[in-house]
Each structure stands twice: as C-alpha cells, then as structure tokens.
C-alpha cells in the first residue's frame, strides 16, 4: 500500500491514480520497454527521465493512448483500462503535451484548442465562443495570445501554451508532459513553470520528462529513471541527488567537461561587419541591426540572448537561408561572400545544425543512413552510382561517434527516439567536413551523456581549426563550451564577454539591455 505522504499541495491521500504494470513494449528490432512498473500518486509531480531512446516518450504514449498495443496492463483510478486513441484517455483524464507539437498550423488558436469538440451553435461553427473560452483560458495562464490567431504565426513557447489550454478545458487531472522546455527561452520556461506549479497546487498530477536537471529537481516529488527500456528506480526527490540521478540514468559517471583551457585561436575565418537584416512590415525595422564580429579558426563563439533577439536570423544568414537579404559584409576565408541560398553556403564549407529539426533538419521518409549520408553524397558514389555499401559503413561511423540508438543504419529515421533524431542531423553535417560551423541549439532533447560527447566533439572540431559559432537554450552550456559569447538583444549586439569574464548574471545583463555598448565590433578583425 502507498503511504501517506505531503507535497507541496499539503496534506493529501495518495493512492496511485495511475498504475503500470508489467509493461512491454516491442518495435521490430528494438524493445523500448521491457516490463516497466511504476505507480503514479494522485496529484504528485513526478518526472521521468533516462537517455535518449530509454524508452520515456514511448511509456508516455502508451498512458496517453497514442501507443494502443503493448503487453502488461494499465490502470487509473484502480480500473484497468486500455485505450485504443488519445480520446480515450481524455475520457479518463489524461492529456499529453507532445515532444513534438502537434498542432494544424493554418487554425486559429481558439480552433485548436477545441478540434474534434467544436462548439456550435444552431448547428454552426461558434467561433465567438470558443475565442471567449479560450481567452479566459490564456488568462488562466497569464498569457496574451490571441484566440483567432493562426497557430503558425505564434512562438513555439505560444504554441506550447495553447496545448495545455486545451489539456485544461478537457480538465483533464493527469497531465503528461514531454519536454516542454526544449523549445522554449528562459522567460517561457519560468512562464511555464509558473504555470505547472499552479497547476500542481490544484491537485493535476503531473508526469514530466525532462533531460534537464533543473527542472527535474525543481518541483518533482518523486523521479523515475528509465534505462534500455527498463525502469531502474523511483526515487524521493529529497532522499537524492543530481549526481545520484545522472549516475542511474547512464550507469556510470558523466565526467565534467571543462574545456576552452589550452586551445588557441588562429587567423580569422569568417568576418562580419555591419550587418542588418531589414524586417519588412514590422515595427522594428531592423530584424538585425549593424553587427559586427569575427570569428576565428579554432575558436568557439556563442550567441546568447532571449527569444527573439535574433540568434537563429544571424545564423541564417550567414547560411544563406535568410527570408531577407542581409545588408552589410560577410567575409569568409578572405573572400567576400553573399551566399542566397544554403547550397552555396554548403559549397563555401559552411555548415548548420537547425533549430527545428522537424522542418528543416529531419527528412521523414528517410531512413537513418540516408539521413546521415545526404549531404556527402559524392563521396559514396561510385562510378555515377551510391555506393549503399559506402553509405552504411559512413552511417555506421557517424551512429558509433554520437551514439545514436537505433536499430541500425536502415531503420526508418522517424522510429528513434527525438535525441536521437537530433543526432543523425548533427552528424550529416559534421560529415560534410565544414571550414565554418552553425550550430543552432545543437543539444536540444539531448541527455546528458551524450551532450558531453557532443562538447567533446565540438571541441575536437575547433582544435583542427574549425570556426564554430553556437547557440543554446542554456546558458550553462555556451559557458563550457565557448571562447568567446556575443550577446543579442532586440537584433543588436550588446555585449561581449571573453571566457574570464563570464557569467549567467551577465550575460543576462547584456541580453536585456537596450543600449549598444560601445566597445564592439571586436578587436578590429584581429589585424
Ligand atoms: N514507432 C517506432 N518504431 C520503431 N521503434 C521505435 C518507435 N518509437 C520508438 N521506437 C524506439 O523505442 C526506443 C524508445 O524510444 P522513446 O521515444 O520512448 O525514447 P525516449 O526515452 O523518449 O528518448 P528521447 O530522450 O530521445 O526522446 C528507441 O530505441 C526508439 O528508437
Ligand atoms: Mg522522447
């Protein structure tokens, strides 16, 4: 029998409201989970977490009836039940906010939160209440989006928010969550939070993965680890540790990385002066105004600042993907350039690791050496022919490098798990041997093993003299691995701190401050 115990609500009864148990579950090739059982009190914040493909998302779905067929049993509320659709399970009280969003992008918000429950009125369409509805609901959620808004035109962290209000007028009491915060900026995750914990305090029980310690430790009760499939442990938030937790997930220690010490920057590779990107119809003019920098082969340099201010534009343009054409000068290995089109950009050896590897990155159809291999077509060619055999043993490189847990080079890229999605992309590019290296939140749903493979990879790329310039959703991150961290605030370059000189405090500082500050461009060019 569970024992009584408090959260942070106050006193509560706690029985289970859902039970796992003996669940497994089986794809062709792979076993993502393999006789899991675990127990989630009612009104408890209880977090999940593992590496990538350990199985957290899979589990997650099989409560949410997304995953109908398994083998083991489910029950809420002590009733067994067997959900053959997510409708089912918001029938029984249990929504899930996806990993991926799953959103129409062309409905309006209001539409969204309501599809397939539409309200109607004399056997029409009553978009006038469901905007009501949905405005008082974003009021519950301190936010101002607007309920007739196509869902395409909002930020991700919008777009987020949108999915719990509709987990909130389902009223549903169990609330799954699967990496909200991996899109989202500081400022949404603190919203976010806000949020959660109100809705903690309400009594929703909350399931929530994360690969984020933080949030982990931060409002959890209690903490699941998953590993191959397997539930290693559950453990009382407060009888444990970060350390503790890290160590159950990858089954041994994750040293700390501290790089940055011993490597020295060359001569410039890439230079950039006054560059603006002009920002059509909108109030602000400018999406990018008169930013100057250098980047140095060798060097990392990272782009910090808040949503919005203008990292991922920066890199665009540099890759040529810019809706716009930038003003100002790009110069590359001496020449300048003024790439229109990513493949040029590719042709001049430089390379990007997208934000969104849904839209841009990941092709779905593919499967994972094909994936991988896309870009370096030419060196698995053979007589005018692909070499499959070229192309497998590529792949089969690139999956032992970054770890990518899948079933082997032909497995249909859409089944791994969402951190290992991210790093065939990772990895296509890293094969096409850039001069200049984009990367744009690279370690997004990422664990922790395999961020400090990354960090290591990305240092091992500088120290043959690769440029690298990256962004990150987590401040802790660029302050590892950079040399160098320009801050953007509204599209301008506000600050600029060396390695000595970092800290979160301010980078923050920089991040939202309007002023320019004097001191920038950079050391001239290096000349
Ligand atoms: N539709 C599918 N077809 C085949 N294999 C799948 C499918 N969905 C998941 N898998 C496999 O099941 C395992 C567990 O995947 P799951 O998505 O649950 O991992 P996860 O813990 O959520 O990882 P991440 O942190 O990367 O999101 C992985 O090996 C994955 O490749
Ligand atoms: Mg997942």
New binding site residues.
Partial sequence: MPQPTQNSAGAKEVSPIVQVESVTKR??G?V?LDDVSLHVRRGEFHAIC??????????MKILSGVIPDYEGRVLVRGRPVRFSGTRDAEAAGISIIH?ELNLVEQLSSAANIFLGREKTSLGLLDDRAMEREARSLFEQLDCDINPARPVRELRVGDQQLIEIAKALSLESDILIM??PTSALTESEVERLFRVVARLHEQGVTILY?S?KMDEIFRLSDRITV?RD?KLVRTLDRRETSRREVTHLMVGREIESVEFGGGRSAGDPILYVEKLSLPWPGHARQWRLENISFELRRGEVVGLAGLMGAGRTELLECLFGSSDERPQGKIVLDGKEVAFSHPSEAKAARVAMVNEDRKQFGLFAQMNVRENITMCTLDRSTQGGLVSTRRERAAALESIDQLGV???GPE??V???????QQKCVIARWLKTDPKVLLLDDPTR?V?VGAKAELYKIIDALCRKGLGIIVTSSELPELITLCDRILVLCEGRLTGQLTRPEFSEQRIMEYATMREVVPSSPPDAAGE
């Fill in positions: 794809f062709p792979v993502a593992g590496e990538n493909g350990a199985g957290k998302s899979t589990l990993q699967d990496e993965i690969h998953l499939g847990r899948c079933s497995a249909a859409t089944s791994l798990s969402g951190g290992n749903g664990d």
